[in-house]
């Protein structure tokens, strides 16, 4: 008998292209990949990777056998889902992914009276900016921010929430010294490589530096705090801050839809099907301070 495991060691080291991506990818160490690949090829009786400078190829024998190897990991998958699915029990393990905007300046009081509803609930909030593949079981509920519902993957079981818009934010401060004509330049405060919408360059006030960049959205509105320049953000997480202000003269764009996501027989589990429906409400209820109508600041 194949043992499962070996066979998703093996999958890893094929789509990864080496060793140690595999051994990253699983939580392991570098000596338990090559381990199972061993007894896999000694159980088939071949070699299924050639190893190069470049990285770990797959022999011809390896090709066929990656083919017959996803098809064992999706059907795992839905093995999985199904039993899940069949859970009516308000208990267990629920994983939520979510962007880290979301979580840290809206739903986490939320999450916490959900928490409290619930105890016999284990919660793993994944805050990240990654997709979580809801299909491999990476997560149950994704609340991804959308926009175009025709990216929606059909797969998925999606209940929409609220429209999302941003604006272009600065501090109090930086403001009142732009217009009291101060001369230090205004830099695009980025996240990674996201350059200056076109619809920010319309306002009033306009960068005269070059960008700063950041890839954490935390220390992204730090620097806007401490005057660097202006940056976009969610209205509900600039409009909620009494130390930045819009910059003016720049009408909202909408940033996207909020979405509520889950797939197959998970969607039917007891624990899922209360916290969507918990937090689809709470979502409906902030539907104002999303739109960027809570709040009306100068």
């Not at 005269?208 to 509900?236: H, N, S």
Request: net charge neutral; aromatic share 6%; with cysteine.
């Amino acid at each position: 008998m194949i043992d499962w495991d070996d066979v998703r060691y093996f999958l890893a080291v094929a789509r990864g292209g080496s060793v140690r991506a595999a051994a990253e990818r699983l939580g392991v160490n570098h000596s338990t990949v090559l381990r199972r690949i061993a007894q896999l090829e000694d159980r088939l009786g071949a070699q299924m990777f050639e190893k190069l400078p470049s990285g770990y190829r797959l022999t011809a024998a390896g090709e066929e056998v990656v083919e017959l190897a996803n098809q064992m990991e999706a059907s795992s998958h839905q093995l999985e889902t199904r039993v899940f699915g069949r859970d009516q029990s308000a208990r267990g393990l629920l994983r939520v992914t979510l962007p880290p905007f979301v979580a840290t300046h809206l739903l986490m009081p939320d999450l916490a009276d959900f928490a409290r509803l619930h105890p016999d609930i284990e919660m793993e909030i994944l805050s990240s900016g990654e997709v979580a593949n809801l299909t491999n079981r990476e997560a149950d509920v994704a609340i991804r921010i959308v926009a175009d519902r025709k990216t929606l993957p059909l797969n998925l079981h999606g209940l929409k929430g609220p429209e999302l818009f941003s604006s272009v934010y600065m501090s109090r401060d930086r403001l009142a010294a732009w217009r009291a004509g101060a001369s230090d330049p205004i830099r695009w405060i980025a996240i990674d490589n996201h350059a200056l919408p076109v619809w920010a360059r319309e306002g009033e006030v306009h960068t005269t530096g070059v960008p700063f960049r950041t890839p954490d959205a935390e220390t992204q509105i730090v620097a806007v705090r401490q005057g660097i320049g202006m940056t976009k953000l969610p209205c509900f997480v600039g409009d909620a801050d009494a130390l930045l202000v819009r910059a003016p003269g720049i009408d909202l764009p909408m940033h996207g839809t909020l979405w509520l996501l889950t797939q197959g027989e998970t969607r039917k589990t007891k624990r899922v099907r209360l916290f969507t429906e918990f937090v689809s409400r709470r979502l409906a209820a902030y539907a104002p301070l999303l739109a960027g109508l809570s709040i009306s600041r100068d």
